[in-house]
């Protein structure tokens, strides 16, 4: 099925979308992409349909094809100070504070979203499979955080972080029991090494 490049008619729409918030440890990355007519990449679909060398392909292709975009991290102090959903939000805000070109909608995937900047907003659920610039925005989000995470592995190469990216795998939670957790680790999450 081939994503919709607009929700709107009118207006200048960005699409944010964020990665990480299942993970037991590193941060809740998000970003904003804001696309025009002229965007025709026919691959962008939700990042977790994509094939790794996809998405990495992709990644400049949707950096240089995007009218805008911005990409932001907040670590897990963050999360465990205000919970992973308002930490997701607030990731999309400074995404979104980060583009030079002030959307006129914002379009966020999932149900869940704060007032931003008196900017009406739409919440569409799956919305990573349906709109391009929301898959364009989880794509450049998940690159940045596999990225980091696998640069992380190589300070803790217990976990297994190169391979689960944070994500609960029976590796990362045996590595959790042996290890205890990392500067990196969730604190507010239930982590299973006692």
């Keep these: 099925m081939e994503l919709a490049k607009k929700w709107s008619e009118f207006y200048v729409e960005a699409g944010c979308d964020e990665v990480g918030r299942g993970c037991l440890c ?11 007519d002229n965007f ?13 060398k996809t998405r990495l392909a992709l990644d400049s292709q949707i950096k240089t094809s995007a009218v805008d975009f911005a990409i932001v991290e907040l670590p897990p102090a963050y999360i465990d100070q205000h919970n992973i959903l308002n930490a ?18 914002i379009l966020v995937d999932g149900n869940r ?5 008196f900017i009406p907003h739409q919440c569409i659920i ?6 391009l610039s929301i898959a364009a925005a989880s794509i450049i989000a998940k690159n940045y955080r596999d990225k980091l ?16 990216f944070g994500y609960a795998t029976k590796k990362h939670q045996e590595a959790l029991i042996k290890h205890g957790p990392t500067i990196h680790h969730r604190k507010s999450f239930r982590l299973k090494y006692d």
């Design 26 to 36: 590193g941060p809740v990355v998000a970003a904003a992409v804001v696309i025009d």
């Design 40 to 52: 025709n990449l026919n691959l962008v679909n939700d990042s977790k349909k994509l094939s790794f």
């Design 88 to 105: 997701s939000i607030h990731a999309m805000h400074l995404a979104l504070d980060q583009l030079k070109i002030k959307p006129e909608l």
């Design 113 to 117: 979203f704060h007032p931003y900047n």
């Design 126 to 131: 799956k919305g990573d499979g349906k709109l």
């Design 149 to 164: 995470m696998t640069d992380l592995h190589n300070e803790f190469p217990d976990y297994g972080w190169d391979t689960n």
